[in-house]
């Protein structure tokens, strides 16, 4: 790793005015940062730790029914607070990583890295979640701009989530056996309007929704519902792990199985 | 530079850090507990794990100045009052749940960190924990034996 200072701030306030410095760069629970720093892929002059800030950290219920949920609040703590209330979401944040990378790792991170691999972009997407940051409210379907691309302005952070909960939903992943990531992740949420399917690991332009799925889905909630459908392999990653058919193919079955298990 | 001042096994230490120093770096080099091992540095094998205010994290990707003010327990602290080896480690010598040794003081500290959250633990649980801690030598059936009798329970495995 180049050399860097550390700051950690208290407060949203003080992390914003940290973060106005052309060179400081945020660190969330750097479960993807660390690395990326250690490869020298990044050479920040200050980075500035947000997982101190108290006002960032936890997980509570609104008015309107989202699970809300801090910028630095990390996967297991979602997980366990999750549970009862939200219990695709608690799925999905207890198995990313393994239990010694959730206990680091946060929602705000995952979702400003935006890894086209990465579980979190599934369910922001499939809630049609409202990602709030120091400075405006992004809803999920303009958030997401492509492989590591985000609607983040420079120095802007993810302060709280808010994922509306569903009647029932689930999220499927097929492990890419060496890294853990999603080769392919499929989140299915059912709210009273219609039903909302995101896809990560599988395109070149990051998570996605399905809306074919969604329709048939929408009409009727159940496996049988997706019989003929199918993914064009055209934009799908193609790699040493799985071709582009390969990777088509399995959005299909991931979405059948999170289908059948949802709850 | 900085200071960073932390509790680890019960003592508090401290010391002048770097940004970059990795917390299993301040464990190793500056206080010399050579037990926390890396063998990636890449937060894939485990080697590294330690407690972090009562949670396993992956002492190589975390820098020592976020576990400032922190209690940290490492392998060293493990061991009973006397010396003697602790429940975990005891299992892991009776059912011999090493080899090389090089990924033990990892799967050890893993395993305290499931039998607190989990006190009785399936063969499956236990698996599934492991997720994230490589051996390359046992195979993995000895190191669940060796937890699964931490725990207090009958070491019969699905598995085998």
């Known amino acids: ?263 | 530079m900085a200071e960073v001042t932390m509790t680890v096994n019960g003592k508090s230490v401290s010391g002048t850090i770097e940004g970059r120093t990795l917390l299993a770096d301040f464990l190793r080099t500056d206080l010399r507990l050579t037990g926390t091992h890396i063998g990636c540095d890449t937060s894939q094998c485990g080697a590294c794990l330690v407690h972090v205010n009562g949670m396993a994290v992956k002492s190589c990707t975390m820098f020592a100045a976020e576990a400032d003010g922190a209690e940290v327990v490492t392998i060293e602290g493990m061991a009973n009052a006397d010396g003697s080896l602790g429940v975990i480690q005891q299992a892991f010598q009776d059912h011999h749940g090493l080899q090389c040794g090089f990924c033990t003081p990892g799967m050890v500290m893993s395993a305290a960190a499931l039998l607190k959250e989990n006190p009785k633990p399936t063969e499956a649980e236990v698996r599934e924990y492991l997720e994230g801690n490589i051996c390359r030598c046992t195979g993995y059936h000895n190191i669940v034996k060796a937890i699964l009798a931490a725990s207090g329970q009958d070491v019969v495995l699905a598995a085998e």
Not at chain 1, 1 to 10: G, L, R, S
Not at chain 1, 202 to 227: C, I, K, M, Q, Y
């Open chain 1, 1 to 263: 790793m180049y050399a860097f200072d550390i700051e950690q701030p208290k407060t949203i306030a003080e992390a914003v005015a940290a973060l106005a410095s052309d060179e400081a760069q945020a660190l969330g629970g750097g479960q993807t940062l660390i690395p990326t720093l250690k490869q020298r892929l990044a050479s920040p002059e200050t980075l500035i730790s947000l997982t101190g800030i108290s006002e960032m950290q936890g997980v509570c219920l609104s008015d309107r029914g989202e699970l809300c949920v801090g910028g630095a609040t990390t996967h297991a703590e979602v997980a366990r607070m999750a549970a009862k209330s939200f219990p695709g979401l608690s799925g999905l944040a207890g198995h990313i990583g393994d239990p010694a990378v959730r206990n680091r790792g946060t929602v705000g991170g995952s979702l400003a890295n935006n890894d086209p691999s990465a579980c979190y972009p599934a369910a922001a997407l499939g809630t049609g979640a409202t990602i709030k940051t120091d400075r405006r409210e992004i809803s999920a379907d303009d958030y997401f701009q492509g492989m590591f691309a985000t609607d983040l302005q420079e120095g802007e952070i993810i302060t709280e989530v808010r994922f509306p909960i569903p009647e029932v939903s689930n999220y499927q992943k097929f492990l890419q056996p060496a890294s853990r990531f999603a080769l392919v992740g499929v989140f299915v949420a059912k709210y009273p309007d219609g039903v909302r399917v995101a896809v990560t690991g599988a395109s070149e332009d990051g998570v996605f929704r399905w809306t074919e799925a969604e329709r048939a889905l929408s009409a009727s909630f159940e496996p049988a519902s997706l019989e003929g459908l199918s993914i064009p392999a055209d934009g799908m990653i193609g790699d040493i792990h799985g071709t582009p058919e390969y990777r088509a193919h399995l959005i299909g079955v991931m979405t059948r199985r999170a289908v059948a298990a949802a709850s």
